[in-house]
């Protein structure tokens, strides 16, 4: 079983910068792609990001394209988001979870995904 803890959140005026963290002590880590996701109150959750394990392709969704870059690092079982020009629209909880399967290709549809983290808050003022 592996349990995500996402960190890196808080409150950024519009135009600033956040990285979100997503660790696990988790040994399988490394061999699966990973996803962020967001849930805004009031929202559906939605995806963000994803990165295969390898971290050679990524897949973002177009509300965030040009802005935000998901990465990792399996030698210290962390990935990451870096979110730059942030808006008052991704206000939100942020998770990560692990693809149920070992993917080559990243996916975006959260059912694929298992082991939710339990949120970090990022809250972008105008």
């Known amino acids: 079983q592996v349990q995500l803890v996402e960190s890196g959140g808080g409150l950024v005026q519009a135009g600033g910068s956040l990285r979100l963290s997503c660790t696990t002590s988790?040994?399988?880590?490394?061999?699966?792609?990973l996803g962020w996701f967001r849930q805004a109150p009031e929202k559906e959750r939605e995806f963000v990001a994803a990165?295969?394990?390898?971290?050679?392709?990524?897949v973002y969704a177009d509300s965030v394209k040009g802005r935000f870059t998901i990465s990792r690092d399996n030698a210290k079982n962390t990935a990451y988001l870096q979110m730059n020009s942030l808006k008052p629209e991704d206000t939100a909880v942020y998770y990560c979870?692990?693809?149920?399967?070992?993917?080559?290709?990243?996916?975006?549809?959260?059912?694929?995904?298992?082991?939710w983290g339990q949120g970090t808050q990022v809250t972008v003022s105008s």
């Open positions: 990165i295969t394990w390898t971290g050679g392709s990524t």
């Open positions: 988790g040994r399988t880590f490394s061999r699966f792609a």
């Open positions: 979870a692990t693809d149920r399967n070992v993917v080559y290709s990243p996916r975006s549809i959260e059912s694929l995904y298992e082991n």
